[in-house]
């Protein structure tokens, strides 16, 4: 089965940029999308497709899917942003699609 | 407005049958790329995709739970019925509806019930 790799955690002072890698094989072939999951609140799309936002998510958000990496980037990091951040795809690789999720990076903002 | 409301016991012994309802309002499971899918979250773990059905009633499953797992719709309540058999400890988690978008044969969730916490334990 398909495996999405996420580092544990990125940490970045606020107004800087954070970049949340996930490796896949060959991940720029497949559509790529990210859920913020808040401490106690339920998780929230913030990019599906690669790079499109959905009504009502920043513009500092933003993605792109390139090689063995997509990559979430948050602009101008600020304290609200502070969550985990998981990567997910469709994978119709094998004998039965299925939904893959990454293993969630923890944002912390210093 | 879309919402999804999970409902459902909050304890649950193990080997016993665990049974969720979602209830949901502002779209509908017809023709058009909207379903709604299953997803939970054990404590401290990563989200993981359970089930997703689709308005002609096709079911999908996790690969994994597939043997476990029956998912079924009541389109006229709005509901989707989710059921996990021999529950284990393992399966105690946090259990989230969700709206699945389905585009070019490719699924994503972009609205999320709360979720409804389940524990499993004697």
Same mark, same amino acid.
């Given at each position: ?15 800087? =940029? ?63 942003? &502070? ?8 994978? =119709? ?9 990454? &293993?969630? =990076?923890?944002? =912390?903002?210093? | $407005? ?8 909050? +304890?649950?012994?193990?080997? $016993?049958? +665990? ?19 299953? /997803? ?38 709005? $509901? ?25 044969? /490719? ?5 999320? !019930?709360? !979720?409804?916490?389940? /524990?499993?334990?004697?």
């Amino acid at each position: 089965s398909y495996v999405l790799t996420q580092p544990p955690s990125v940490s970045v002072a606020p107004g800087t =940029t954070a970049r949340i890698p996930c490796g896949g094989s060959a991940i720029a072939g497949r559509s790529v999308h990210w859920y913020q999951k808040k401490s106690g609140l339920a998780p929230v799309l913030v990019i599906y497709f690669d790079n499109d936002r959905p009504s009502g998510i920043a513009e500092r958000f933003s993605g792109s899917n390139s090689g063995n990496t997509a990559t979430l980037t948050i602009s101008r990091v600020e304290a609200g942003d &502070e969550a985990d951040y998981y990567c997910q795809v469709w994978d =119709t690789s094998g004998d039965h699609p299925d939904v893959v999720f990454g &293993e969630g =990076t923890k944002l =912390t903002v210093l | $407005q879309v919402t999804l409301k999970e409902s459902g016991p909050a +304890l649950v012994k193990p080997t $016993q049958t +665990l049974t969720l309802t979602c209830s949901f309002s502002g779209f509908s499971l017809t023709p058009g790329g909207m379903d709604v899918s299953w /997803i939970r979250q054990p404590p401290g773990k990563a989200l993981e995709w359970l089930a997703r059905i689709d308005w002609r009633g096709t079911e999908f499953y996790s690969t994994s739970l597939k043997t476990r797992l029956t998912i079924s719709k009541d389109t006229s309540k709005n $509901q989707v019925v989710i059921t996990m058999t021999n529950v284990e400890p393992v399966d105690t988690a946090t259990y989230y509806c969700t709206r699945s978008i389905v585009l070019a044969g /490719i699924v994503y969730f972009d609205v999320w !019930g709360r !979720g409804t916490p389940v /524990i499993v334990s004697s």
